[in-house]
């Protein structure tokens, strides 16, 4: 999972778009970088690191252009290295003339690797973003394709998901794989173009009018205008359905954002509400698993008539876990992040709920805790189905073996995580809370991935 | 505002001590710094920057020794420089062979400083934390006296709050001013003894039977256990009472935290149900100003049985304001903080619930963000009374001329924040929320300083 | 003036690479550079700096590969930043498939650079080695040529001096301008082929059957061996002379190498004893400027059997000046670097022998401080011509205006550098020193350009 | 051996004193320090590197004060640690009010370190300087001694060698041991008062009037002029001579240096001319080892009218020995310092001088380096005696076993350089080369050692 944003227009361009970077900085914090264009030569800025502290002021103003693109990292293919973070910078005789980054992965990338490594394309890193952005240089300069031509070759090329900035010395090509996998929303600022992947980044520029780039669209952006071109999303596609990803709506998307045509926080609500229509259990309290499920609890709280609390106190300073002496309580990681309220839980009959359980290691440090603080009871509900298959669609999930509900049924999870009663939604339930279920994907549930390597 | 944390026992005293300070990073973010003891001399470590970014594994293990102190700093007294940081290494020809750590603000600094420097002390730094020190080892290295009688000096010469650690090469003296301003709390662990401002660093290290450290008590950690010192706080102070900080219980302390013989959480949903008894306000939804009035938000909510929403959602990135280009939105620091959820607020009337209000320009920006997304009417509720006094104990406030309740009425501060309504509780209200109120000070609101420079 | 040195054999390129700009430190001390191929991609490494600081052992061992070539810069065109050194890498969509260093200076530049400019290569730098450099690349991968064909076509184009070293994934082509400018010696050794600026860095690799590679030669080294390609050099040239740099001989070079066919310490030792020939001014000891004149000073005092003195003492730690104290001694920059024995210079009269005057800044300061030391007469010496004109082949010699010798008669120098005489050899006395004088430049001495821009 | 250096006068104390440690860096280039006051605290920089890398000259402006005093270490006691590094600066109550500096060596170190940590006093390093320093404080503070009673009862106490500076807020002690082992110079400029290990430091500083500060004497300088107070040294010493190191005379002091009461380049041109007159070896050319034995081989020269040549070229770029590819040439190392002149050799007969023989494997690199360059006889001519004992006072000669002199005859000495002849000065020629030769030590030729641990 990742985080693009891309602006084009009158002046600070990477001032801009580090603003968006920040504002995406939830969808990956292992690096960020940006690349501005000034007309002559495009500039790139990329480190290990959070957006607030690898663009500070000074370093910024370093970057002088009207066009940049921007991109915050969370590792899927390619080792946590400068290389493999994005955009790439590419370079030929023309200079360093283009710049890329994507937010997707590709399931085809080995066998399209080695075809253009066959046709003399040199890779400096093993990112699925070079790759595309490589292929489109390679069509342009090489082949002496149009970009437009060149974009809708990528999109029969390249399987898999991709929201992508194609940026050259004068414009930025923004453009969105056929499934539309990930999120992608275009805005219109007094003085410019912006693209971001969530609409929270519109919110910081004042841009209110902002829409979703379509899946199989291309924009082509410059300083005068946008220019659309719709290519043939079925067709590209060979089927009528996108494959929008359920779980942005789940847990990656921050609450505040607009995404596949719907308000993130509305849905998180009626998955909670959802959740408590079919749950009877007796209970003093609902406690949410701060903060990406408190929308959800809220939903659950309201539905039942049961006093939501906020009984598990989040740390804001936690990134990853902290050093860890033997004296210190057992499941000490996750008292880091998470503290009890001391006494609160004492006897107390606890509705606990979250998101959705990945390796349920977690779940059960949060359950002996909540128990050893002296609850008497910890239902746990889950807003969502089990997570049973690998995401291939851009989405760091662990492989099937590590998914504890690949390899176990609920009860034995249940068990597992040691709480009293485990409830999840099913795949249809979270169908009906979605506005077009038939446009998502439901992959890491079901299995049923709608595009593979070979086809 | 300062978070301190000592250890004393078997190994890894540092790795405790980080921990510790972690979990008190709340309390001061600007620097952090830990010194240990191996028994042959001290080293210290202290930066600018987060306990988890200064005090990474690799750091902490060059810190070896049984016996630690630590402290987070927020600035009040002196530059946010490393010579303003706490701890002190204090040396003598002896070696670094003192360390000296504090919370809270010496309201006669500038006599005794004048006092000491007349005797030949040198000061590195402007802090209160120095003088201190420096003033315990002069009295134990030049004037030979006991360490014991050194500290019972203090009590009578340092005018102000102290929560204060003083390490030697073999042992470490906890300290707190016959006031009891700020918070100190004492626990055992299996193997060693800890002290923390606050009752959180205790639960990460397993302990249960922590206590408060007593106003006017001196303790004594060695590794073989502690011995206790009361002095006379009655005598030492010229008055019965007592005189907690009552902002610690409203805004500063974690929620999950012990203070003052009570719990914060719990006190701050009385905060809120206190305010909401006497409110009449119609309204569509109650929204905290994320997190530190949830609780109030909550008590007030369930009292009026207005629902609570999550209206605002709050940044986990920000510390600073990032850079903020000039096409962002207006007031663009606080929606980097917060951002309203989209369509949320359209034509609702929402209860916003503060904490507190300082310089009333927050709050101000947060009113006109809220109505820019719609919202009908905005009536903000303070759940504490109008701060009008600056703090001489330890809380970083404003001058009298920067606070907006000093010189403005209840009436010109709604106007001056844009809400419809504006409601506080009264400081009779907040006693009446508090046990033993006697024993707290409420100068910040009323006025009544329990102590002052020429006395 | 610079420094090359490239290598292509069994292992370890990069590491006898440095070694042999270690060698070559004297002819740029400004910043250092080595490109290493692996046959796959080229990596490089170049800094500002002296070779031994910029390459220690952790930093060459990164640089693995079977061919390298490298690069020590002495500023000639462009300024003092890290693109302007060399050498250069030049990327691709092939990748970073091509390095190019040069030692010399290109006539046509401004003209060269618009051109190729107007062709769409994209130059990173102000620097004449990347022109030629982009030029060759721009020939080869859009033009189609062979490599050969193109640095034919380069001696062409290029108005100017150039001792190059142009490196692909696999193979090392070298090549001298026609004129044979700059100095360049090719040697084998037991396991690869070197190329190098000047011969002392073939000592160090135990190589005794080196040889020049002559103007309009083109030597392609591979890892299988050398393939030899010579231009007619006549014909590019439109003359039959070369015009190798005589103030290598007299300056430049390091006294134990070889160039143009000639010992340089055997024609210093004659330049001083030509010198002699013509003088009889009676004095009591001949000192040297250390340590450029100690062979000239040799030669003189043999010739005339005045003793040799070091009065001059010279530190071995200055690079640039140092910081100056207002208090030191006037023109203490001189000082710092030149110390004169007390007492020694007391009621003599000295015979200063000097390589030659530029600026006549500093040999002024000499003769003061040797005067001030006691002398009773100061005799300068120089053993090359008066330098009347800027070179305009690759040294670093400042504008016509600031030659003292191009505004000034000999007696007018005499009596600004407070001299109590003044000789220089003429053009002719140098001539008679040389082996086949008519093959070498004389321009900064008679004016008499080989080359000029518009040719 | 060290280098000090300390001024106090008008303004720019450690510009001055940064200057002053530039002309002694060759005394010690593992790492240097400047202590500065500026009459309320003292600042010391001091970092492992040269004076004009460390102290470039915003550093230097960091240390404003009208007092300084520095120190260039060449290791003895200790670490190459920046602890172990001078000067020291000694922290105590008081503040950071003392700083000390010596060049020499402490024979009852061990012995006074455990009586002063006995007292109380902590060391952070393994340096006599620190020992020094330290005990003077203890005296000082902790004894209520006078300073000048505390430099005398160092002078009893303290057995082996030092030149030392000790600083105070306002003032600067420099003393010199009894045996006035090392060399110390007083000078004054037109605005303050200066102290050098050597009088080359003070050319810098237009300083002609200086003189020696004498053994067992203490200079105490003040902004207002300098008092002398001069202690017994003959009862001081139980002896009458004193005892100056010959080795400065011999290798260490710069030629230009005055020390001792004598003009070091004489005394080399003796050195030289009295080796000269004992030997009569067939020979072509007399060559010196750059640029230590320059004069000493001038002497011999002159004296045997055999011509001197420069056969040896010099790297100016060397410190420490660079990296060594294993192509490169066999003992490289002395090839990256020295490299013979090419043909110059072949067939010759060469005089070799050098100034002294320690463990003997440079001088047969260099006799087989000139060897391989064709030469027909190698005679190695020493100018002073065989060293066979180890220094006890400041020379970081080995140890008894890697002394060549101490396990081998000179015969066999000369088959383990490869030298066709040696010839060695005897201690009584070295005496009689030098003035008051009864005030030198010889201890390194002889054995005969001033001064002892136990006595």
Known sequence: MCGIFGYIGKGEAS???????????HRGQESCGIAVSNGKKIKLIKELGYVKEVFYEERVDELDGFAAIGHVRYPTRGKPTIENSQPHLIETLSGPAYAFASNGDV???????EKYEGKGVFFHSDN????????????????????EDAVEEIMEEVKGAFSALFMTKDRIYAFRDPFGFRPMIFG??????????????????RIKNWREVEPAELLILTKNGARDVKFNGEKLRKRKETAHCSFEIIYFARPDSYQYHQFVHDK???LGEKLAEKDNVEADAVVPVPDSSNFMALGYSRKRRIPLCFGLI???????????????????SVRQKFNPLYRFFHEKRIILVDDSIVRGTTIRKIVRMIKGAGAKEVH???????????CRYGIDTPTFEELIANRMTVEEIRKFIEADSL????????KEVLDSPQDFCYACFNGEYPILEKE
Chains 1, 2, 3, 4 share one sequence.
């Not at 001032?15 to 900085?25: E, N, P, S, V, Y």
């Not at 033997?326 to 499941?331: A, I, L, M, N, Y």
């Not at 746990?380 to 690998?390: D, G, N, T, Y």
């Open 15 to 25: 001032k801009i778009t580090a603003m968006g970077l920040f504002m995406l900085q």
């Open 107 to 113: 399931v085809n990338y080995k066998m399209l690797r």
């Open 128 to 147: 699925d973003g070079e790759l595309i952005g490589r292929m489109l240089v390679y069509k342009v300069e090489r082949e002496n394709k149009s970009t």
């Open 188 to 205: 219109k600022t007094e003085d410019g173009l912006a693209i971001a992947s969530e609409s929270v980044a519109m919110d910081i520029l």
């Open 268 to 270: 998180r609500v009626l």
């Open 314 to 332: 989040r740390s804001h300073y936690i990134g990853r876990t902290f050093i860890t002496p033997s004296q210190s309580v057992r499941d000490e």
């Open 380 to 390: 746990v509900r889950i807003a969502s189905p089990p997570v049973k298959f690998p």
């Open 423 to 430: 409830l999840y939604l099913t795949v249809d339930e979270l």
